[in-house]
């Protein structure tokens, strides 16, 4: 609860732009994890770097924890108040501040969603290759190092933001990164900040890396008997040096999903899709490569996609993947969850995961961004059914256990949030303590996003 | 000077292999830059992580500084005690741990050098291809965050650690990073390590990422009319998006020196030297880009170097460019210094240094990684005339200022150990005080590596 006068306080720098109205606090209690949350003190709108540095200041003097929020599409609980507090919530800072296509860097507001951001590009011959699938804003997905699609060849955030505007605690605004591609002057603050998820500063405006809009696409779909011959493909594919721009392995189940909820006919079999960008010379050397090895690894069926519209519809139905699952079971919520395992190890994690949630008896469909090791389960359960999202939970934790155990991490790109804390000393075990170091060092009141990232802090 | 008591309980430690013997302080007390400093106390060579935290645990009791040795061939002074202190010489610690080629990682001591590593490697299809010039160990590389020559393509240190085990200042000992390709669980300590030069932790183990050997290699040297004309080439190349492997730019002064030194007959005048890696479909596509691109820029010859042995000789003088520049003024010492700056901003760059250069009475070729507009000043000095050395340094911070007005950084690749101190506020403003704050988190008292990175530290 905001006293008096911290609420008087806080009208006098946001006018109108503060509200405290139930629809917009329940808007903000809201997330796309299964965990609810109390609802937030209060939500402002800032529209400058300076108006959050003062709400930061604001925050330090009432001691009031303050928590950014993009376009709410996180999966673990990441925006939620979970100890009460100020919602920052960034859509009217969604402009692109300056492109600079001579050196293919684009400066952005933080709300702005990725979606929007190539847009605004269609027309330079560059775009924003990270894809995490939902239409979430920049600032969220630095904040939570997102990847998806197309990290496999083009990075996750960790490689594609160039330098960052954040305010700190104190309301202290840095600086971090320059216009060079590289630097090796000093500590790297760009990438301290990106997957802080909120816990150490409020990115206010960011520098990002463009890429080329591909002279040439092409798409293709492999079918395979079995979820390991699919894997072993993949695994093969990257360690003969091919570079897809995507390779996404689907199961069954989330080709049924798919075609049901799209209108598809992929064949009912554990299916690759995978692209390559380039020039056409190599594109064609590149596609007759995968069609080699993926027909070595016992592929049945492997068509490209050569038409635009044929490529949009296969990845529009990927990208609709999670809703298809959803609307596969109505009245279902799912359980999210994602690992990263090293390649050589991805066969056996999938399989594992994948005969763990056939014993469980819940469904799960598996699919994932398998070219780096990172998939997914979705685990359909019923929300009012205490015993399903057990099962859920303790398969997802299993899932996480599993990947540590293969050398892997507990999230390739989902993040912490407070919906994997308890994972994170199996992970990271005295380096935890460093991470509490820097916490403590830039946010001693613990203020920002309390209750994420770090296990036992307030 | 340690205390008797101090010096006895190292021995306890280290029994011979701990050394106050006069040749092996002075060995430690130099380095490639005209600084010159105070002498270590004393040397140590561990051999395990386990010694190097039994080092920091004493350094912390007694109060004591320690800095890290690889190779010794930093430029900035990185390693130099300038108050006093312990090196620790990591020679006996330069072994592959465990190669894991499925995923193309391996597994390392700081110790190693990027030549051993890579002779070591030579049978796999691997290769590690961050290549600064010198013959570095991977502990320093990643403490400096090192590139070189092939960053353009291959990226830096900074893109191809994937983990860390670090000793922390009060011995504890720490892992980074998984063996997945990617991660979203918590900060990215592996990212804060590196460049960090040894002021937050020394580095005892590295898990790196390998690149598949290329399975053909296209060379050209095309030789331009002007500096700007040749800049220009590499600027449209970039923009293009073609993705040489290496991109590298020597003025003519570079060329001269390069052809008395390593019996080349390159034209007198600006070159670019440049290498694809890729399938051999691929690779005569690119070159035939390049050679329209160097063609529509004025190249006044392009030639191909087809031959391995013709190529092993161009990247061999390349190599030994600061070797051979130092040769021209025999008795003469270098002032090196190298800025990183837009890729839109590199004529303007390289045109105004050269400028500056020629009017300041001093010879400094120029050259450099121009692919990510990373180039290279080598200033010749004689060190006994303290005008030319005051005018080369005036000249190096001159340069260092301009790339930040054009955007930049003071140094794209060398670090700051020392050298560069002075014009860290400049580039960092209020960012400085986020690193000091995370200094003082991790190392309390100053005793790792102090004197670096950070000014105004003990």
Known sequence: MLTDTALADLRALFGDRVSVAGPVLAEHGQSESLVTAGLPDAVVFPSSTDEVAAFARWSTQHRVPLIGWGAGTSLKGHALALHGGVVVD???MASVIELRAEDRLVRVQPGITREALNHELRTTGLMFPVDPGANATLGGMAATRASGTTAVRYGTMRDNVRGLTVVLADGRVIQTGTGAPKSSAGYDLTALFVGSEGTLGLITELTLRLHGQPEAVATAVATFGTVSAAVDCVIATMQMGLSPARIEFLDTDTV??????SGLALPLAPQLLVEFHGHSEALAEDLRRFHDIAMSHGAKDLQSADKPEDRTRLWAARHAAYRAILASRPGAKAVVTDVCVPISALAEAVEDTRADIAASGIRGP???HVGDGNFHAI????????GEVATAKALAARM???ALRLGGTIT???GVGFGKLGLMPAEHGAALGVMAALKHALDPLGLMNPGK?????P
């Open 256 to 261: 049924a999903a798919c075609n049901a909820f």
């Open 412 to 414: 390739g790109e989902h």
């Open 90 to 92: 960034f859509r009217h």
């Open 453 to 457: 990232v770090l296990p036992g802090q």
């Open 379 to 386: 685990l359909l359960v019923d929300p009012a059914d205490a």
């Open 366 to 368: 598996i699919l994932g």
């Open 400 to 402: 996480a256990e599993r």
